[in-house]
């Protein structure tokens, strides 16, 4: 096994930051970057560096849409993702005994 991934164990998603980002996307379909950023409580540039590293391992996409004359972000797990997501819930239980 990798070291990324042991036994559904995945040290990207692990980091408490992007755990918690993987944990509101995996329940919506999409959710605005800052909306994302609000519920972390961290800047957006914080934010943008978690997004990067999922981005890099093929766990988020990122989109672009005007709301409100505005631009907005979008973030959303790919299949992968929420796949690395939940083997990695999986496997937390397993280790707690959950």
Known sequence: MS???DGGFNATVHAPQRLRICAMLDAADRVEFATVQARLGV???VLSKHVSVLMDHGYLDQSRATRDRRQR???S????GRAAY????????AI???
């Open 3 to 5: 070291a990324e991934s």
């Open 73 to 75: 972000v979008w973030l």
């Open 96 to 98: 707690t005994g959950a």
């Open 43 to 45: 800047s957006a540039s």
């Open 77 to 80: 797990l790919t299949r992968e």
């Open 86 to 93: 939940r083997a990695h819930v999986a496997a937390l239980r």
